[in-house]
């Protein structure tokens, strides 16, 4: 048995572990702040992008499926409008970039319509459903598609009416598992969310998958919750006026992460903190991660943060978490064996570079030692402490670390535990929270503002 010195464990911080549990499995989107401070009226229609160049999503090839007909045109005025000019029989057509604009062909390779170098492309239903397969996937799109080349590939926007997209999103965030009060708090959220016009320097308002919101064009819309987005109609959330950064997330375990502690920055004052602890009945986003000394190397070596670790693992420390109590990690040391120190700060980041469910975790360590039980017979245990040289007890804090002080290990600490809650960023509004709000009786209102402290609900004309 290989036999370790003893070290004195470091860094002995502590934080304050929420131990609440999160009730509900909900979809999380997974998004990155955008931090636009003056913004333009909101859009009565939304640009939502399912492929782009510029986000490393750009197709090749777009196929599209209409029995009654096409019209073919351009985007007008602020890209929000169709102009169309012609139109094509019903059937199968292809878009294809094509000497820096894009070009509509039919399945033998005709050109049917084509734009400029530069120029976009418009299509849209002359009837009955428009189905769109791109990128190794189908939707069925309202309103009407635009096509543009961009750097020999097709960006893929959808304009869409606002209240119908919001309605097809409702399907693909919250479904209709939630109580109707959660789900009216959703449908302006949802409504909120393209008005920060996250990609505007893209040429659309949103892409349409977690790093907005996930939009996959008329899908499982059911009447129930076409009727929830109508009772909110025009709604959504302003801050001084101006929609606000709209966050949203499955659940946290007991208090939401600052945006801060998520991807620093400025404080934003709506996106601070805010505690509700969550049922702890509920272990549906409680998560374990467990791994031996050398399968933690290997996981580690996976991850593009840890690139050029060796020797294997020392430790992994928590160094610091949200400053407002959360328990999100916000800075994460690992040591290699060679003693080369890797740090990730923020808990997006962090949360990213370890592929967890969220950023809100412990990290413990242990290892199976054989322990004299009643009658004489032995027992492997699970020890995660170790006595150190004041007599007291600690938890290991390293795989260095020994059971009895001032000796040499007579086994390894070669074990790793990361015990976490909640879903996704952690940031905003907590799906898991709400439901818990509703059941207290409180409104949809109530619970966006208690999300977002000092934001109102306005209401567009
Ligand atoms: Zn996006």
Redesign the pocket.
Known sequence: MRSNPCKTTRNKRKFVRLLAVCLLALVAAA??PYLVSARPAPANVIRV?FASPD?GTGVSRAELVCGSGFSVGGTSGDGRSFAGRSSLAGGTVFVVPAGGGVSVQASNGEVLASSGAGEALSLRSAGGNLTLRCGGKEYVCPGFLEFRAVGGALQVVNAVERETYVKCVMSTEIGSAASRETRRAFSVLIRTVPMGQ??ASNGFD????????VYRGIFRRDAENDAIVDSTAGEYVTYEGAPIHCLYHGGNGGASCSSVAAWGGPEIPYLKSVSLPEDADNASEVWRYEFTQSELFDFLSSRSKFHGIRGGVESVRIEETDPEGSGYVTLLSVTDGDDNVFEVATSEKIRTALRFKSANFTVSYSMDAAVAVAGGAVEQVAVTQYVGADGETHAFESFADCPVAGADAVADVDRIAFDGVGTGHGVGFSAVGAEQLVEQGYSYKYLLQFYFPGTKISKLA
Request: charged letters at 5%.
């Open positions: 998004m990155t992008a986000l996250k990609h949103v892409c349409a998958t977690t790093c907005c919101q």
